[in-house]
């Protein structure tokens, strides 16, 4: 019979054994609740890739040490192959609208600066050779001891139709602008117009009567001259104001992309208050109080758009019929490297609930038929994309004053040279005038025919055919819209029969009613004179091109 088991070594033994079993099972569960985190892991990563394909979004995270960034879906919404994905930062900029590379990197530093989040639009070319408009958002989600961002993720969203909408938006609000000024604006131009035609009438009354005189002595004739030279000047004045007129009008309704410039300030305030002002004297006096500001950089009629929506957003919020018992004030200052427009008005105010909305697209308080609800959100819109600030200070019946500021321009690095006196232009070149109105021909001939051959045509074929038959001239002045050819067409067919006169020819137009035109227009830069031209504008041209060299030296007569 063998020696008994101690009970110690089968206690042991339960106890590995029950080890053994409570090990597996927690294995087991382990397994279980890995496989169950691996299934729900794989399944948000799922939902995760079906919402960023069902979206335009891309995700980003870029590594600002090593300058590494992951993008995935670059080339899905880029339309790039695989191998062209960015792997940098910097390889990624590369892509980014070289007018908005500052605008990118100026949202970089502030996030480096301490701004955890950052937003704005810029411009990506996509492998078709286009560009897209995106908003970037961006935030830091990790910094070093000394408060340095070394790690950055965000997203781009394609918003290029947004902003296309947003295009249609400022246009209709423009023109919603425009129509409700519209009898201010025909009070403006029938001011000048009616003594430029009393006085024209005048002139020519009197040369009449001076030639139906007899016996007009030499004093009478003198006075008579004088009295003529007077009104006439008088009316060349009322002619004028009605151009600057007509030309405020086409800067405001102008459509397109913006043209980014240094913007005078004074000067997109003042055409804005020129073409409110009726509007606003009939609700209230107009206090300006305009300090010498620096420019700013951005498109002047984006600028008076806003300027133009706060004036009359002023005059609508103050009850029509006691004007010299409200006030619209308006200050423009610069403070701090800041260009800043204050407008107040002593109208109704805004309510509070009301405050957090006004800047909501198509949200309005005012009755039908007298608001958008647009123009303060297209207002706001502009603002930001010029990297400027806009807000309201308002209380029920105590009126509001609206606030935007925008950072002032860098001064220009050199001072422009003192231009030197032009030397005399040379007389005797022979021009060719082509357009279709014949008294704008006549006037051509009037202005420069004293120092010039002018020679017309009263379309763009006839004049195709004079050059084609070996007539020569030194310079030529086109219409820009002409029946049956226009100019832009003229240009084109003149470029191929004669390369060195197609360069030579300045265009004149009342105005540009297409998309190619207006690009055709940007192109011709300082060759577009915008009717009505001036004799001394002419003049000033054609010495200009003849002092220049252009001017040829043979000539075949008409």
């Known amino acids: 019979m063998s020696d008994p088991v101690p009970l110690c070594a089968v206690l042991s033994a339960a106890l590995a054994i029950a080890a053994l079993v409570v090990s597996l099972a927690v294995t087991r569960h382990r397994e279980k609740r890995l496989r169950a985190a691996q299934a729900a892991l794989h399944a948000s990563q799922e939902r995760l890739r079906l919402a960023l394909d069902a979206t335009s979004e891309l995700v980003w995270d870029w590594d600002l040490c090593t300058d590494v960034m992951y993008m995935p879906r670059f080339g899905a919404v880029y339309g790039y192959p695989e191998a062209a994905i960015p792997a940098t930062g910097g390889a990624f900029m590369g892509h980014v609208h070289p007018e908005d590379l500052g605008k990118v990197d100026a949202a970089v530093k502030a996030a480096q600066a301490g701004r955890d989040h950052v937003e704005f639009e810029h411009r990506v070319r996509t492998g078709a050779g286009e560009y897209l408009w995106m908003q970037g958002r961006a935030r830091v989600v990790a910094r070093g001891p000394g408060g340095e961002a070394f790690r950055m993720v965000g997203t781009c969203t394609d918003v290029t139709e947004r902003r296309r909408m947003m295009e249609r938006l400022q246009l209709a609000d423009r023109m919603v602008s425009v129509g409700t000024l519209a009898a201010g604006v025909a009070h403006e131009i029938n001011n000048p ?327 055709f227009v940007e192109r011709m830069g300082d060759r577009v004179l915008e009717k009505p031209v001036g004799a001394e504008q002419v003049r000033a041209v054609v010495a200009r091109a003849l002092r220049a060299g252009l001017r040829r030296r043979s000539a075949v007569p008409a």
Not at 313 to 336: D, S
Not at 410 to 418: C, G, I, L, N, Q
Not at 487 to 509: N, Q
């Open 193 to 519: 117009l009616s003594f430029v035609n009393a006085n024209v009438s005048f002139a020519v009354e009197r040369l009449d009567a001076l030639g139906r005189a007899t016996g007009a002595g030499p004093q009478e004739v003198t006075r008579t001259v004088e009295e003529c030279r007077a009104a006439l000047d008088e009316a060349a004045a009322g002619a004028d104001r009605v151009r600057r007129i007509v030309q405020d009008l086409k800067l405001l309704s102008r459509t397109g992309e913006d043209r980014v410039a240094p913007v005078d300030v004074t000067r997109a305030l003042e055409l804005a208050l020129h073409i409110a002002g009726n509007d606003l004297r009939q609700r209230a006096r107009v206090v300006s109080r305009l300090a010498a500001v620096p420019p700013i950089v951005g498109d002047e009629s984006r600028l008076s758009q806003v300027f133009l929506n706060l004036l009359v957003n002023a005059a609508q919020a103050i009850p029509e019929g006691r004007p010299e018992e409200n006030e619209i004030e308006v200050r423009l200052l610069a403070v701090g490297g800041r260009v800043v427009l204050a407008v107040r008005d002593t109208g109704c105010g805004i309510a509070p609930e009301n405050l957090k909305r006004i800047f909501d697209p198509f949200f309005t308080t005012k009755p039908v038929g007298v608001g958008t609800g647009l123009g303060l959100a297209i207002s706001h819109r502009i603002v930001a994309a010029l990297g400027g600030e806009i807000d309201v200070v308002s209380a029920p019946g105590a009126g509001s004053t609206f606030r935007v500021s925008f950072p002032a321009a860098a001064p220009a690095a050199v001072a422009p040279e003192t231009a030197a006196a032009p030397a005399p232009a040379p007389r005797g070149a022979r021009v060719l005038v082509v357009d279709d109105e014949p008294l704008f021909c006549t006037a051509m001939k009037r202005m420069i025919g004293s120092e010039h051959e002018v020679v017309t045509a009263g379309d763009a074929r006839t004049a195709l055919r004079r050059i084609e038959g070996g007539q020569v001239f030194d310079l030529v002045f086109a219409d820009l819209v002409m029946p049956g050819m226009s100019g832009v067409e003229f240009h084109a067919a003149l470029g191929r029969l004669d390369p060195d006169l197609a360069a030579r020819t300045v265009f004149v137009t009342g105005g540009t009613f297409t998309r190619s035109a207006a690009e």
